[in-house]
């Protein structure tokens, strides 16, 4: 940019000397003269614009738009809507039909596409929140994975029945994507409190690990844009260890409880969820790739990183469209029954009469000690009352 001006100022001096040889420098002349020459600040200023990583205010955002813009904002609009209806039609469904220990968890997951949706959408409207759309959409599928975890334990009916179904070692730590290579020789694990809770803790720490790594990198782009993007690929290691370690454990777990859940289609519920962050990953990257090699216009003030995030957010917006049709069907699906309710184990039955009758029980106990320690008076007998009426 620098040479491109000093070669603008070049020529504008050899014009001058060339006009004051051949017309005598009159003062007409010199006025034409600095007409003609290129105004180099105005040439910095659109240079300036063109610069990767420079997105525009909102209000030169507007001015730039067209018709294909408004009709773009316009089908963002109708793709939310879409969404929210879909998320609220099913909420509906999981409350009038669901368990009440999965209600929770199956809301919290459902909630990362209109959630995402959300996010995306606003980063379509508002360049400059690109980078908080991204933080939402990445703690939000983490957190979502956690709630996965617990919608899994739930479907067996808490940790301590998990235990008592599953086959006592059948916890298999050879799954991907961390040990899913031949020369992994880990053995297998009994399935114990103190392993299920180290699967818990495997995927509790990528909403943690996420949210503090994304706080930090706000923290950086609000205080200096450029710090950001000089150490966001410093972090990338941390979340690609976090993000592996999480799905290593949710592996695990779905491998462990494969013949006990088989009928409630986890396998795929988790595959919808999934995708939300494989999409937003790669995407992601693809996107940047194409603004750091020059594939981007530069249109000003919009220049190829608004086009590359501006291509990201809407093919993200549609696909969370088309997973959350995917997860309604799933979720809609009629489960079987819970742990606890399906036992025919006649110990527990005979256990569940005791607590049943134990209420009753303790309270004709109370009420014959308040009567013979005369606190409290005996109902009067049928018989009793009638005589009473008689005299």
């Not at 738009?65 to 929210?84: E, K, P, R, Y």
């Not at 696909?319 to 049709?325: D, H, N, Q, R, S």
């Amino acid at each position: 940019m620098e040479g491109f001006i000093t070669n603008s100022s070049t020529y504008g001096e050899g014009f001058d000397e060339v006009i004051a040889r051949h017309l005598g420098g009159s003062k007409l002349m010199r006025s034409l003269t600095e007409a003609l020459r290129p105004n180099s600040s105005s040439v910095l200023n659109n240079t300036s614009l063109c610069k990767v990583d420079v997105v525009p205010s909102l209000h030169d955002y507007y001015k730039a738009i067209n018709v294909a813009g408004i009709t773009l904002f316009s089908c963002g609009a109708a793709g939310v809507v879409l969404i929210l209806f879909l998320y609220i039609d099913t909420l509906r469904h999981i409350i009038r039909n669901a368990p009440s220990p999965v209600k929770t968890h199956s809301a919290f997951v459902l909630g990362v596409y209109p959630v995402v949706a959300l996010a995306t959408y606003c980063a379509i409207i508002v360049p400059r929140a690109h980078l908080l759309s991204e933080a939402v959409t990445q703690g939000m599928f983490m957190a979502s994975m956690y709630q996965l975890f617990c919608l899994l334990v739930a479907y067996c009916g808490g940790e301590a029945e998990l235990i008592r179904r599953v086959k006592p070692d059948s916890l298999n730590p050879r799954v991907g994507p961390c040990c899913c290579w031949p020369c992994c020789c880990l053995p297998l694990c009994s399935v114990n409190k103190r392993n299920v809770r180290q699967l818990r803790l495997l995927v509790l720490q990528l909403p943690v690990v996420q949210g503090l790594v994304y706080m930090v990198l706000l923290v950086m782009w609000a205080e200096e844009e450029s710090l950001y993007h000089v150490n966001y690929m410093y972090f990338q290691p941390v979340v690609v260890c976090s993000i592996l370690f999480g799905i290593w454990g949710i592996s695990m777990t779905m491998k462990m409880l494969a013949e006990v859940l088989k009928d409630h289609h986890m396998q795929a519920k988790f595959m919808v969820l999934q995708m939300v962050l494989l999409l937003a990953k790669l995407q992601g990257l693809l996107a940047r790739i194409s603004v750091w090699s020059g594939l981007m216009p530069c249109k000003p003030p919009i220049t190829p990183s608004v086009y590359g995030n501006l291509i990201y957010n809407t093919t993200m917006l549609g696909e969370m469209v088309i997973l959350m049709i995917l997860a309604r069907l799933l979720y809609k699906k009629e489960m079987p029954q819970l742990g606890l309710a399906d036992n025919k184990d006649p110990r527990l039955q005979e256990i569940f009469t005791i607590v049943d009758k134990l209420p009753r029980t303790l309270e004709k106990i109370i009420m014959k000690e308040q009567i013979t320690n005369g606190t409290l008076k005996p109902l009067p007998s049928p018989e009793s009352d009638g005589d009473q009426r008689r005299m």
